[in-house]
């Protein structure tokens, strides 16, 4: 890497443990000429500096090369596996099995802007925009994640992710969950999945800020996320994009907590 490191940048150990995970050069027709490390560091710079694709700092490849490469990696949902395969290296890191026996489930509703697309008002939040409904572990590691209308309540939002998990994870039997989820979803998470939906309520004795058993986990992930500028809003026309971008986070995170950055990139 022949330029100033930004701090978004990959360490070699980093991306010497990320290398092995990523699609190989085709064996026919036009050899690859980016180094994908690069292409690697400029979408992490995106999600971090959250400017548009267009504001991409020369030093690193064309943006529209960095772009390509991110929509074929979106469309083959390599992020996804990418986060799959290190949260099982950091579950197996901390002494835990490879798969989850429970799993803590909330969503977040965020802002869009004048990009298009699938939208809603969430009357609880006062927003405009959407949901990101996440799924992670007892570590707070992601799970699973899906992005839809601000307008869709958490009981209905959660069906979308609960049945996306399904045959994922065969250990899961318990999941966590707000009042918001009571009702319904209870049975219907037991009939459908399998699973124990289990209801963590405010004491109704409680008063100012109290931090609630395992909600707190999942709570601290949405602000984990939060800190990438390009999660600040929903800046994306697709909700696969968002998700993409929720994925990505996620995996960046995976990579410090396996590879501590000791020194500045290399």
């Not at 960095?66 to 290296?89: D, H, K, P, S």
């Amino acid at each position: 890497m022949n330029r100033k490191p930004y701090p978004s940048d990959l360490t070699n150990e980093q991306w010497e443990l990320l290398k092995p995970i990523l699609p190989p050069d085709k064996k026919r027709g036009r050899k690859r000429t980016v180094d994908l490390r690069e292409i690697i560091n400029a979408i992490l710079y995106i999600l971090r500096a959250g400017c548009a694709w267009r504001m991409l700092p020369h030093d690193f490849p064309a943006w529209q090369t960095v772009y390509g490469y991110f929509r074929l990696w979106r469309e083959t949902e390599l992020f996804t596996q990418i986060n799959a395969t290190l949260r099982e290296q950091e579950r197996q890191r901390v002494g835990r099995e490879a798969t989850p026996s429970a799993a803590i489930l909330d969503s977040q509703s965020v802002k869009t802007t004048e990009q298009g697309g699938e939208r809603g008002y969430d009357a609880g939040k006062k927003i405009n925009g959407r949901k990101r409904h996440i799924l992670v572990d007892t570590l707070g590691v992601l799970l699973l994640c899906v992005v839809h209308s601000a307008a869709i309540q958490d009981r209905d939002g959660a069906k979308l992710v609960l049945a996306k998990s399904r045959g994922l994870f065969p250990r899961l039997k318990l999941i966590w969950a707000d009042g918001g989820y009571a009702g319904q979803l209870i049975a219907w998470v037991k009939e459908q999945c399998n699973w124990v939906l289990e209801i963590v309520k405010r004491s109704d004795q409680s008063k100012g800020f109290q931090v609630l058993p395992k909600r707190w986990i999942v709570e601290r992930t949405l602000a984990w996320l939060s800190r990438h500028r390009r999660l600040s809003k929903d800046y994306e026309r697709l909700p696969e994009t968002s998700e993409t971008w929720v994925y990505l986070a996620s995996t960046h995170r995976l990579l410090k907590r396996l590879k501590p950055a000791n020194a500045a990139p290399g």
